[in-house]
């Protein structure tokens, strides 16, 4: 089993910068791919950004040029979030997906974008 927990959500107005982490227990080595995902009010869970045993990360093209994926090694990932806009409101979602085929999610952490 795998285990996420997040952190780093808040309030912070529009234009401004977050970092999220994600702390990873258990099971690590059987982490194949690590991502974080968001849902805003009244919308589906949407990827944000993925990044791949074999070193390829993906990003969603609402997020391109603003959100970065880091990793500190297998247990700790971030995700840096520069100039943040309204629509970036959401609940964002630390995913892992494992080699035997498990998915794993974090409770989430809440970011608030707004004046």
């Known amino acids: 089993q795998v285990q996420l927990v997040e952190s780093g959500g808040g309030l912070v107005q529009p234009g401004g910068s977050l970092r999220l982490s994600c702390a990873a227990s258990g099971t690590i080595l059987s982490i194949n791919a690590m991502g974080w995902y968001r849902q805003a009010p009244g919308k589906q869970r949407e990827l944000v950004a993925v990044?791949?045993?074999?070193?390829?990360t993906s990003y969603a093209d609402s997020v391109k040029g603003r959100f970065t994926f880091s990793r500190d090694n297998a247990k700790l990932v971030y995700l840096q979030m520069n100039s943040l806009k309204p629509e970036d409101t959401a609940v964002y979602y630390c995913?892992?997906?494992?080699?035997?085929?498990?998915?794993?999610w974090g409770k989430g952490t809440l970011v608030t974008v707004s004046s």
């Open positions: 990044f791949t045993r074999g070193g390829d």
């Open positions: 995913n892992a997906h494992t080699v035997v085929g498990s998915t794993h």
